[in-house]
Structure formats: C-alpha cells, structure tokens
C-alpha cells in the first residue's frame, strides 16, 4: 500500500522524474495575500531575524533589540515544537532555526486547529514581545498552512534550486470531538504554573520590559495600594539595580481559588529567591497571592500580595 499519492508516484517514476511536477506543486501551494497597505512586513526570515538579534546581544538585551520591531508584522515558517494551555487559549511554540532555545516563536492558536508537534506551518503574525522562555511573541497569528514532515522535505528538496522555501499546504480538516496536539493533558493548574514560571525567569533575567508585560494598567501592589505601570517600573528599576543576581524556584503548591469578583481568579504560590550583591546574600520563602484579570485574551495581573516566610543573611 502506498502512504500516499505522491509515494505512488514517486514509486512508479522515480523521484527525479517527478521533482518538476513537486515543485510545480509547492508553487502552486504559496499563500496569495499580498501586503497590506497598513502592515509593515520584516524583510528577513525567521532565522535571519534570530541572528541579527543574537549579533546585538552582546550590546542590549534582547528584549530591546525586539523593541523597535514591535507591531511590525512577519512572513514566516517553522516546526511545531510545542502545543500548550494558557490561562485562556493555546499557544504554539515554533522553531525555526538551529540552537538550544525550546521556542523561537510562540503565538496564539484557535483551540479548533488540528495542529500537532512536528507539523511544519507556515504564518503571518504581528510581532509583540519576546520571552526569554518563549521566544518572540506574535499578536494576530493567522496560520496559513500546515503539513507533515516528509511532504515538506519533498518540497525543500524541489524547490531549493529555485531559492524558494518550502510553503505548507493548507491545514488539515478537525476531527469533531478531538484535541488539538495533547492540549487535553494540560489544566488551568499547569496554564498558571507556566504563567508564574515565566515570570520569575523574566524577574532573574532583569528584563524590566517583559516583567511589566505581565500586569494590567492598574495593580492593587503589596502595600502601596493601587498604583500605575509607571510606578511598578521604577520599583523594579531601583530592586533590579540593588542586586547583581536574583535566582527563584517556584514551590508546587499553587492554588488557584475564585474571587468575589467573577472578572477576576485569585491564586497563591510559594516561591524560594536568592538575592547577592558582591559582599552579601540573602535566602528566603515567600508566599505571593496574585489576582488574575483577563486582558484581551491573555492574563494580567491586577492584585499582589506577598507574605515573607523565612529570609537568611550571609
């Protein structure tokens, strides 16, 4: 039996006879939609992009260099690597280029979308952020298609003469009833863990701009009441000056309770930190209780609280 029609082919005329009619087919298979007169596209790959922004790494974080191409918009292609929950939808983690980060593009996904790791997709997506953890951050994603490994090879293979990449075909039909991917084995708890563990790792790494991703406009903050971004800015500015390295390990103890308020979830977790200057370290526990609001989609936080257990000096 073969697999498929392009192995039937392939079969009874040799793959060099057919390599024309792959690439006729790769061709045929790239998206249309020409550029919009308000979207301002990146000229360069996905790879292309990751290189310049790991070259001007060792000037300014990457977060910075992200910066000034925020709200600009991509053309690009990858393998799925990752399919997860967050606090309110799926994310899809791509990889697009060599090296040891887990995602070099994480972007929303329609919970209908039949995707699964290993798929190569091709998508257009307007750039938001970038995550140490995820990459950079896509708003408005649109997946304009996704095939298996082995049809993608036939292309590359096909079309490489001609300088073309490969351009996925369109996206398989949902199975009624069916998850996504293994979308079915993540909870809210695991949605709100992720969500924490990406903060902290922003905290560890200093990225100011990406910790304040993480609240909303307004946040009732420690014991200082409600305050704006501006405030929790230069809060962190002045705590991130103070210590030359902060280091944290999230305890498995989340809790995630309803609030009185129906817009909003309140979870509590537990946390150990490090914080060392060059002639001092300080270790401690503490137990942070945050309310959860959803803004446009993705979780903010609106509300944090925090109760020290235990701190030692050395």
Not at 115 to 130: A, C, E, P, R
Request: net charge neutral; with cysteine.
């Amino acid at each position: 039996m073969y697999k498929s029609f392009f192995d039937h082919v392939i079969c009874k005329t040799g793959l060099h006879s057919v390599t024309a009619f792959l690439s006729f087919y790769c061709i045929l298979s790239m998206p249309t939609t020409a550029h919009a007169a308000d979207k301002e596209f990146i000229n360069k790959s996905c790879p292309e992009f990751l290189d310049i922004l790991q070259h001007e790494s060792g000037k300014n974080p990457v977060s910075e260099s992200v910066g000034p191409n925020v709200g600009k918009w991509v053309r690009w292609s990858g393998k799925v690597v990752a399919i997860e929950e967050t606090l309110w939808g799926a994310e899809a983690g791509i990889k697009c280029s060599e090296g040891g980060r887990k995602n070099d593009v994480t972007f929303s996904i329609d919970s209908k979308q039949a995707l699964t790791v290993g798929q190569h997709v091709s998508f257009v997506g307007q750039i938001d952020g970038y995550s140490e953890a995820s990459g950079i951050l896509l708003n408005k994603a649109d997946i304009k298609g996704a095939q298996n490994e082995s049809l993608t090879s036939q292309c590359a293979d096909s079309t490489a003469k001609a300088g073309n990449s490969p351009i996925p075909i369109s996206p398989r039909a949902t199975n009624p009833g069916s998850a996504p991917g293994n979308l079915s084995a993540f909870t809210r708890q695991d949605r709100m863990k992720s969500f924490i563990s990406r903060y902290l790792r922003a905290n560890e790494n200093k990225e100011i701009n990406e910790v304040l991703s993480f609240y909303g406009d307004t946040v009732d903050y420690y014991t200082y009441g409600k305050v704006s971004k501006n405030y929790i800015w230069k809060d962190k500015e002045t705590f991130f000056r103070s210590w030359r390295r902060l280091s944290y390990s999230l305890a498995d103890d989340l809790r995630i309770v309803n609030s009185d308020s129906p817009d909003m979830i309140l979870i509590t977790f537990t946390f150990d930190f490090t914080m060392e200057t060059p002639t001092k370290t300080i270790r401690a526990t503490a137990k942070n209780t945050w309310g959860i609001a959803d803004y446009d989609g993705s979780p903010r936080i609106i509300s944090e609280k925090q109760t020290r257990i235990n701190r030692n000096s050395f």
